[in-house]
């Protein structure tokens, strides 16, 4: 079964950094859409931001522009999001997903992503 893998959440402080990678398991990430979304206590899922399978990166989330960027390593099979400047207010579990095979472009509704990963618990407090 296809499975996405996320790691590097942790907690860290206002102001600190994080890198989250999503990795591929039995599939390549290249053939797919990956996008990052995230989830805070008592909310919706929500989207973050996204990579094509062209490398053209999609904001969803207005307040994380020039603060979180998005890459991928297609020779080690991850995507990363790089998180800088963070704030209490990104304190959420964060999800990568990868949308179906064949479609290039991002979305902001994950219910457009068909494979997901465990989730990374990422905590912003001092």
């Known amino acids: 079964q296809l499975q996405l893998v996320e790691s590097g959440g942790g907690l860290v402080q206002p102001g600190g950094s994080l890198r989250l990678s999503c990795a591929g398991s039995k599939f390549t990430l290249d053939s797919y859409a990956i996008g990052w979304f995230r989830q805070a206590p008592g909310k919706e899922r929500e989207a973050v931001l996204c990579?094509?399978?062209?490398?053209?990166?999609?904001y969803y989330d207005g307040s994380v522009e020039g603060r979180f960027t998005i890459s991928r390593d297609d020779a080690k099979n991850t995507v990363y999001l790089q998180m800088n400047s963070l704030k209490a207010e990104d304190t959420a579990v964060y999800y990568c997903?990868?949308?179906?095979?064949?479609?290039?472009?991002?979305?902001?509704?994950?219910?457009?992503?068909?494979?997901w990963g465990q989730g990374t618990q990422v905590t912003v407090s001092s």
């Open positions: 990579i094509s399978r062209s490398a053209s990166t999609t």
């Open positions: 997903g990868a949308r179906p095979h064949g479609y290039r472009d991002c979305s902001g509704f994950w219910r457009e992503y068909d494979y």
